[in-house]
């Protein structure tokens, strides 16, 4: 049986942002006064990940980035042997202050955050780079193979995401939020990133929209999961994973360990 892609096919309730929001500023204002010497639970920092571009569900990972001083990195990069991982620790201490009694750990890129509740923090420490023709992305550490540093823009990538979420008349966010859904329910001991989800939607849509209230539409039951599912095996599958672009930013998004369960995931929407 398919199960078709809906509106507002997943809402997170109003109590469970609630929290999300009350940890992120305590999250931040520790932070703050560790890195910043400020009281803040604002500044410096943004969501990021799926909570950030819109795509988020109810079981979501809440990915946090937050800024910090240029000063560090200048630091921690002078260190021998692993800096970033150094760093990494540093920030951990700085949020275990205000979460005892939570399991706080350094991981790869962030400092991970799991509530008893179920809610999922990642926070990645990162330091603003603007460069000469005045383009924002961040630096942020991996300790991963001996330590190095890595580069995103989530915000170019966030704002990109929005953009076509409004022309589609919301049905990019629907359906990333859809194929979230699908593989929560249907495929959980299998890995499928957001990104992966955001990406290839965003790609795989083309000019495909919701229709407003008095429109009329030529295409059939279905089709537009077929489109999907089309675009998977034409145009990713039968080229090397890496042709996966993040929206916005323009970057490499890593698929392979994902295809095996989008591909599942599209299966079932249209069986």
Not at 60 to 71: C, H, N, R, V
Not at 84 to 92: D, E, H, I
Not at 132 to 145: L, Q, V
Not at 211 to 237: M, P
Request: glycine fraction near 6%.
């Amino acid at each position: 049986m398919s199960i078709l892609i809906t509106k507002y096919s997943d809402v997170i309730p109003s109590d469970v942002r609630s929290t999300i929001s009350r940890r992120y500023k305590t999250v931040t204002k520790a932070i703050n006064q560790e890195f910043w010497s400020s009281a803040s639970d604002t500044l410096h920092s943004f969501y990021v990940g799926s909570y950030g571009r819109g795509t988020a569900v109810s079981t979501s990972d809440i990915d946090i980035l937050i800024e910090i001083p240029k000063a560090e990195y200048n630091r921690y990069d002078n260190v021998y042997g692993n800096g970033q991982s150094r760093f990494l620790q540093a920030v951990k201490s700085s949020i275990q202050v205000s979460f005892p009694r939570s399991d706080v750990r350094a991981d790869g890129q962030v400092v991970k955050i799991n509530f008893s509740d179920g809610i999922y923090f990642e926070v990645l420490p990162a330091f603003k780079v603007i460069d000469w023709y005045g383009i924002e992305s961040y630096t942020y550490p991996d300790t991963n193979m001996g330590g190095n540093w890595k580069s995103a823009n989530p915000k170019a990538e966030q704002d990109e995401m929005k953009r076509k979420n409004n022309s589609s008349n919301g049905l990019l966010f629907d359906t990333c939020k859809h194929l979230r859904k699908i593989r929560d329910n249907y495929f959980s001991s299998y890995h499928l990133s957001g990104i992966v989800i955001d990406s290839f939607v965003y790609a795989a849509m083309g000019q495909w929209q919701w229709q407003l209230k008095g429109d009329s539409s030529s295409a059939a039951f279905g089709d537009y999961e077929r489109v999907l599912h089309n675009y998977l095996h034409q145009s990713i599958l039968s080229w090397p994973y890496n042709s996966l672009k993040a929206p916005g930013s323009g970057q490499i998004v890593d698929a392979v360990s994902s295809m095996e369960c989008l591909n599942k995931v599209l299966n079932k929407i249209i069986d």
